[in-house]
């Protein structure tokens, strides 16, 4: 008779499951720390609503510290702006918090933040207003700006919570496995507020505006003109979530559509009208948001919209027509050649598009449109701040975090040209290259020479290749500011590749960090934190702005870092935005935010002496000094941004552009042309104007350039008191409690249906030095866990423990003459057992840099269960645990992504265990693969490498293969290998078999579908070695379907296949070698008769198999589910194809054939035949 | 210990800062009373108690009130049956008309014999019960209160009796769980008068089906066989009176269990069809009591209650005291702290 319990597979399956259930929003995902910064103590600021905290460095830059930060004035400031703010915003919804709101000040990078997560009453803003808020918003009050907008959220989405702020959401869930159908299905819903994206982030900003503190800036207006002119609007669907429907800037449109629209509310219904939603929310869960518009204003939301879309259709129709009556001058986008579809009128451009995509033929309109937006958006998306060099060689465009930089003469341009190109490529003489430039940051051409300066990062910006594909350097620290670098571009020349300048623009982006490490590109000394250079006429000194606490200053320094001096020495929040020399070199003209003024300036070289070029209320920014002496700049004047120039001088302005987009960025070509930033609603274009066509409008009387020179100078050195916010130390202050209360129905394969009940908790202190979790759920499986995270050393270290309590039903069928072939003796016995699991684990985790971490834990566990002839637990067995992983992942941010574009995600453990099987009923041993074992030790490694391979489009390919590019398909790779240095027990080995995201959770790079066409952990044994192989093709993109509270974005499909195998060891076969226990087990003699089993080469006797394969199918629909939790779901079908034989109850039928196997080993008698495993997941993930 | 000790060097003691009370938490009135019959939004509430039921008697499965034998002569039952509960019960208040609760058990029990000469004890996790509540009716001052109670119980406690082998008169252990699950809706309303209320509730409660350790199954030649408790319907009253600071209350219970049943398990996801009726396993009982809360402030009630049975039905399921109860009083205290 075999055993009569069943093995231990299980154990823990179902917790580790839990324990991924911890999801939490989008926003509480976030760390303040991407890593550890040890150097950094910390003090808060209490006011009577907020307590503020902020780092400062512990060792001052005097004592040698190159990180030194403080964000002391930042505090300060936002105490005052806080309290200042609190009455006003609160009055909007009549909702006056009582608690604390704690307000974290982060300053360790050079990148803009912003969130909240209402539920723990924390508001997370970055002092350093990073490099694209400017284009984005049009002024820099970035304090004012920030927080408004993020207690807008605090507020608004406190008074419009339905449920209580202690549930950040409810977790509803399950999963039936049935081993006779061999289906497994689950589910997880979370149940959640469900606030559409328009209201949530257009509300803020309209709130922002309703107290006083935002407007309706020229940029946000940009925006939504552009969006309207252009046909590039979110539909009513797309605006209710944060995807990015069509990609090009979707998030930024969703914002300012979202505040549009409240304006448009405003005028009809009141001002209160957003509120009023959101009060309306408050009054009931509701599964779908929308309905409180209509129960609000008595109007359908969907006819709301499009009221409010006829609305600002008629609004800036009316606007463009009047510009053109005026004589529009705009250029045209710099290419090599004309496109037909080249922004005419928005009919002309559809009707090119429609022509086109028509022939493919896509008959579909949306799928038309979308495609129309690809295409628009490839020609120079993100393409800004152009110029050309000099000695006009060289045309460089900062294009999506590089500058690329290409040997284009001017006339060779269809903008400029008297010759316009052919519209074929440009040869290889044209071709161009990038030098890592940060997003939306100046950079400049050196003088006289074939070089330029550039905004790269200290670490990442010149790590080469190998290194970003293999992780290999340390950065302990995580600094990653900015810095000046300068690049020869003959060294450039050399490595040129990846961009080119084709008939329709940039196309690409490639690997290009390494261009830094070559010879002769070096950092320029003491320009951390430095951005936006601008080179003098001599080509060896530049001007920078140089980042401190949330305030810029002007630096001037040597090429070769010699001769560093402040221009400014400010403390007080002052922004400098884009500096350019006079052609003489002595002055400097920039753009200056300060006290509330935005405005631009001239400084003088040598002595920093200032004076306002004009001193006035508009959105002045990015003055360029040309070679014709005036400075060209952007501005507002009539609410649009065009190019104006200015005679610093007579102070004569001209209007150079008049353009219903933006036109931002200006730069003179040597040949006296115009190229500049136009905003498009399908991305940032560097057009160009030619001299002859600008529209030199006299724009005087439009600026203000009288001003007092006493009042300027009282202004200038204005300094704010702020000295009635006195920091304290932080003192580890706790966020509020949020949990998450979860619900589970299913059952675990052998049992019975049951339910479970409980919470998960995960709670932090203000600046995520210390964490914890906690885990508690009852049921007939029962669960407590919990841990502790501490991060404020380097490593990051975690302790924690689990104990569950499970039940599980079992089966078994008695032969009592053990033949197979007689079946009236055969008698079906049911059984259930309890288990239960201890562990304790204890690690620290270090990561090296952004893609590769290390981590060293330690663990131990028990357990064991109890029959129903027992009144009390058993042990089974204990087990000691020391393990080292690494792990790089260079595409960890596309863990839920349905379809992973390029990258590799790689999980290397080795692990030294020690088990003692201590069932006193067995004698504290047990037999596995024919060998007694009681107490062993043994090594483990484990590999898992995703390899995620875009398909390529390169043009020697075949069409059908260039096309799969296109299209985005992608092959995927996965291995699995794992070794056991010895023969352990079973529920040490290593398992294999369909996986559900339920058990294991959701995870893109670690995909679940290796061996899906068998039973889950059927397989086993010491030594693993899987591949999978898959093929996915996206079906539908950016679908933005939506129904009710669920949001379809793209489905996927996936085709795949596995092979591969486990091997045990295999017990003797000459009977003199062994001697049969009671259970009728082979069992060795001498130890040493238990032979190995060798991969490839011995059939796996576990199994039955020499190799495994199957072959399976799968649909992937990502989705989210009220406004913004990803709610993903699959369907997975695989086929195995091999027979196999395996431990208990191998069939899935819940009855264990104890009948004697035809090999007279410890393996069961039945077995699972080839055929087909259905998988399903709504919601799960996959 | 060596990482907890380095880890307590790191860090600073904490504040607990964000425990303050928030805006969004719904009034909660003083005393009893007044209190709608679902916690607030926002409130979370940790009940600590405790039942304590003595039974020197038993019922006779007609129904009828019979005292353990006095086989030794001392002039008093010979059995004692000593069944305490103590819970822990978290209440939050997840949405304004809206409450998830959740209660854990543990029970210590005890069977003494004087003529035997036994004395046995267990204690052990018992069976964790949760639900939701929802408030459909609300006035307040006075207060009206209607809410339904979708509610589970779940075989979450030990259900191991201890060996096979004697059979169930030699087990090493008690039972402390059906090793099966309840579904079941309840509706109650509480009305308020000046210093009065008056409560009451009826509900409906399915029994699934389960293969239970305890369940030692003879015909089908199993060890373990599958087992049904039987479905029943409970209605209550309670009325009460504030008196400053105490709420004074009355309780009575009426439940009625329907018949249990037992076999062994039939294929497919319908597992009972195999199942048989347990004769005698039906019966009714009644239950009739008194409590005592001192409202102490709005963060702690303390509360006292006792009550006996008046009528009831032997259902042979010792010593499983939520589906066949045992004659005898029981005694309760709680501690309910809010935050």
């Known amino acids: ?1182 | 210990m060596l990482v907890l000790v380095g880890l307590l060097t790191l860090s600073e003691p904490a504040s607990a800062a964000g425990f303050q009370a928030k805006t969004m938490r719904s009034e909660l009135p003083p005393v009893e009373v007044e209190r709608p019959l679902i916690i607030g939004r926002g409130w979370l509430e940790l009940g600590l108690g405790g039942d304590v039921k003595i039974a020197r008697e038993y019922w006779g499965d007609d129904g009828t009130r019979r005292e353990f034998a006095d086989q030794d002569g001392t002039g008093g039952p010979d059995v004692t049956w000593l069944y305490t509960t103590q819970r822990a019960a978290i209440r939050y208040g997840i949405a304004r008309r809206g409450e998830l609760y959740l209660t854990v058990p543990v029970h210590y029990v005890r069977l003494t014999n004087s003529y035997l000469g036994t004395d046995t004890s267990d204690f052990g996790y018992g069976d964790a019960s949760f639900g939701w509540k929802r408030e459909w009716y609300r006035t307040d001052a006075p207060l009206v209160s209607i809410i339904s109670d979708l509610f589970f119980r779940v075989g979450s406690g030990n259900e191991a009796a201890g060996t096979l082998i004697g059979g169930p008169n030699t087990v090493g252990g008690f039972v402390m769980s059906t090793g099966t699950s309840d579904l079941g809706l309840a509706v109650r309303g509480k009305g308020q008068a000046g210093p009065f209320a008056f409560q009451m509730g009826v509900g409906y409660a399915r029994c699934f089906s389960g293969v239970s350790q305890f369940v030692i199954e003879t015909d089908g030649h199993q060890f373990v066989g599958r087992f049904k408790p039987g479905d029943y319907i409970k209605a209550d009253l309670n009325p009460m009176i504030q008196v400053g600071p105490l709420a004074i209350g009355a309780d009575a219970s009426v439940q009625r269990r329907f018949s249990a049943q037992a076999g062994t398990t039939s294929p497919g996801l319908y597992h009972d069809a195999y199942l048989d009726p347990i004769a005698g396993s039906e019966g009714t009982f009644v239950d009739v009591g008194g409590n005592v809360v001192l409202n102490v402030t709005r963060n702690l009630d303390v509360g006292l209650g006792a009550s006996v049975p008046i009528r009831g039905q032997g259902l042979a399921f010792f010593p499983l005291e939520t589906i066949s109860p045992t004659l005898g009083p029981t005694y309760s205290g709680t501690l309910e702290l809010r935050y």
């Open chain 1, 1 to 1182: 008779m075999r055993r009569l319990f069943a093995p231990l597979p299980l154990l823990g399956a179902g917790t580790l499951a839990l324990l991924s259930l911890w999801s939490p929003p989008a926003e509480a995902s976030k760390n303040v720390f991407l890593q550890n910064h040890p150097d950094l103590d910390w003090y808060s600021i209490e006011t009577e609503h907020f307590v503020v905290h902020y780092p400062k460095s512990r060792k001052t830059a005097e004592e040698g510290n190159d990180h030194y930060l403080t964000a002391e004035y930042t505090a300060r400031k936002a105490s005052k702006v806080a309290e200042e703010m609190y009455p006003r915003m609160c009055a909007e919804f009549n909702y006056f918090i009582k608690e604390q709101v704690h307000i974290v000040i982060l300053d360790q990078s050079d990148e803009l933040e912003g969130f909240t997560v209402p539920n723990w009453d924390w508001i997370e803003v970055s002092a350093n207003p990073g490099s694209d808020i400017q284009r984005l918003r049009g002024r820099m009050d970035w304090l004012y700006d920030v927080l408004v907008h993020e207690y807008a959220h605090v507020v608004s989405l406190k008074a419009a919570a339905s449920q209580a702020e202690g549930a950040l959401y409810t977790s509803i869930g399950g999963l039936y496995s049935d081993g006779v159908r061999d289906v497994a299905a689950g589910g997880d819903w979370f149940i959640s507020e469900g606030d559409p994206f328009f209201w949530t982030e257009g509300g803020a900003e309209y709130w922002s505006d309703e107290s006083g503190y935002n407007w309706w800036t020229p940029n946000r207006d940009r925006t939504i003109r552009a969006s309207v002119l252009e046909d590039r609007l979110l539909n009513y669907d797309e605006w209710t979530t944060r995807a990015q429907s069509l990609d090009w800037y979707d998030g930024e449109r969703g914002y300012q559509q979202g505040y549009s629209f409240a304006l448009y509310l405003r005028q009809r219904f009141g001002n209160d009208t957003y509120e009023q939603f959101g009060l309306e929310a408050a009054r009931a869960w509701r599964l779908d948001w929308l309905g409180v518009i209509e129960d609000v204003t008595g109007v359908p939301g969907e006819e709301l919209y499009e009221d409010w879309k006829a609305y600002v259709t008629e609004k800036y129709t009316k606007q463009y027509a009047g510009i053109k009556a005026k004589g529009e001058a705009a250029g045209t986008e710099l290419k090599t050649a004309p496109d037909d579809w080249d922004f005419k009128d928005p009919e002309g451009r559809d009707a090119f598009y429609d022509l086109k995509w028509k022939r493919k033929p896509i008959t579909n309109e949306k799928i038309a449109k979308m495609e129309r937006e690809r295409a628009k958006e490839a020609s120079g998306t993100y393409s800004m701040v152009a110029r050309y060099s000099d000695d006009g060689r060289w045309l460089g465009s900062q294009f999506r975090g590089q500058v690329a930089v290409s040997p284009v003469p001017e006339d060779d341009l269809y903008a400029f040209g008297t010759e316009a190109h052919n519209g074929t490529a440009f040869g290889a003489e044209h071709r161009s290259f990038g030098v890592p430039n940060n997003f939306m940051v100046g950079w400049d051409f050196v003088p006289g020479q074939d070089a330029m300066v550039v905004t790269a990062k200290e670490q990442s910006s010149y790590r080469n290749t190998w290194q970003r594909s293999t992780g290999l350097w340390v950065d302990l620290e995580g600094y990653d500011w900015n810095e000046i670098w300068y690049v020869p571009l003959d060294l450039a020349e050399r490595k040129e590749r990846t961009l080119r300048w084709q008939g329709q623009g940039l196309k690409k982006r490639g690997p290009l960090a390494d261009l830094l490490m070559l010879p002769g590109a070096r950092p320029v000394p003491n320009t951390a934190r430095g951005s936006e250079p601008a080179m003098a006429p001599d080509g060896k000194k530049m001007v920078f702005v140089q980042y401190h606490d949330g305030t810029a200053n002007l630096a001037v320094i040597n090429l070769d870092g010699s001769e560093k001096r402040l221009l400014t020495n400010f403390n007080d929040g002052t922004w400098i935005q884009r500096c350019d020399w006079s052609p003489d070199g002595k002055e400097i003209a920039c753009a200056v935010f300060r006290n509330y003024q935005q405005d631009l300036y001239i400084f003088d070289a040598a002595s920093g002496a200032v004076r306002p070029i004009n001193f006035d209320r508009w959105e002045d920014q990015d003055p360029h000094w040309a070679a014709d002496g005036l400075i060209y700049f952007s501005s507002d004047p009539g609410g649009v941004l065009n190019i104006y120039s200015v005679d610093p001088k007579t102070q004569q302005v001209r209007q150079v552009t008049n353009v219903i987009g933006a036109a931002e960025a200006p730069s003179i070509t040597p040949k006296g042309n115009l190229i500049y930033n136009a905003y498009t609603a399908h991305g940032y274009k560097t057009y160009g104007l030619a001299r002859a066509d600008f529209y030199q409008r006299d724009a005087t009387a439009d600026f203000n350039f009288v001003y007092d020179e006493a009042t300027f100078k009282e202004y200038w050195a204005f300094r704010e008191d702020l000295s009635m916010y006195e920091p304290r130390p932080y003192q580890n202050d706790l966020m509020a409690p949020a949990g998450v209360p979860i619900l589970r129905f299913g059952n675990n394969a052998l049992d019975d249906f049951g339910a479970q009940a409980g919470a998960q908790f995960l709670g932090s202190d203000l600046i995520e030095n210390h964490s914890f979790w906690a885990l508690g759920l009852v049921g007939g499986d029962s669960i407590v866990a919990g841990g502790y995270t501490n991060r404020a050393w380097y490593p990051d270290l975690d302790v924690g423990f689990q104990y569950g309590l499970y039940k599980f039903n079992y089966g078994y069928t008695l032969d009592d003459d053990q033949n197979a072939n007689t079946a009236t003796d055969r008698t079906n016995y049911e059984g259930r057992n309890s288990q239960y699991y201890a562990a304790v684990f204890g690690s620290a985790s270090l990561p090296l840099n952004d893609q590769l971490s290390t981590r060293l834990s330690a663990g131990a566990n028990e357990y064991g269960f109890k029959t129903a002839s027992d009144s009390e637990f058993a042990a089974y067995k204990r087990a000691l645990i020391g393990e080292l992983d690494v792990t790089f992942t260079n595409i960890g941010f596309q863990s839920f992504s349905a379809n992973p574009r390029g990258g590799r995600n790689i999980d290397l453990g080795y692990a030294h265990a020690y088990s003692d099987i201590v069932y006193e009923a067995q004698g504290g041993a047990t037999v596995d693969d024919g060998e007694l074992l009681d107490a062993y030790h043994y090594e483990q490694v484990d590999l898992r490498w995703t390899e995620q391979i875009p398909m390529p489009q390169w043009t020697w390919l075949p069409r059908f293969l260039k096309e799969a590019g296109r299209l985005r398909h992608t092959v995927q790779l996965d291995v699995q290998g794992g070794f056991i240095s010895r023969n352990v027990d079973l529920n040490d080995e290593l398992r294999a078999g369909g996986q559900h995201p339920a058990y294991i959770g959701s995870d893109s790079l670690r995909p679940s579908s290796l061996f899906a066409g068998y039973p889950p952990f059927s397989l086993s044994g010491e030594t693993v070695v899987i591949g999978n192989l898959a093929y996915r093709f996206p079906i539908r993109r950016q679908l933005n379907w939506r129904m009710g509270p669920l949001y379809v974005y793209d489905i996927t499909g996936q085709v795949q296949g596995t092979a591969g195998n486990l091997w045990s060891f295999a017990p003797p076969e000459s009977p003199d070698a062994y001697y049969r226990d009671g259970y009728g087990d082979r069992v060795a003699r001498n130890p040493a008769d238990v032979k190995r089993e060798i991969p490839f080469v011995d059939v796996a006797h576990k199994n039955g198999n020499y190799l495994l394969y199957d072959a399976g199918g799968e649909v992937r629909v990502s989705s989210s589910l009220s406004s913004g939790f990803g709610w993903n779901s699959f369907v997975r079908v695989a086929y195995g194809f091999q027979e196999i034989r395996g431990y208990g109850d191998v069939n899935g039928d819940d009855l264990s054939q104890t009948t004697e196997n035809a090999v007279g080993d410890e393996l069961s008698d039945e077995t699972e035949l080839p055929g087909v495993r259905v998988y399903v997941g709504i919601g799960t993930g996959w």
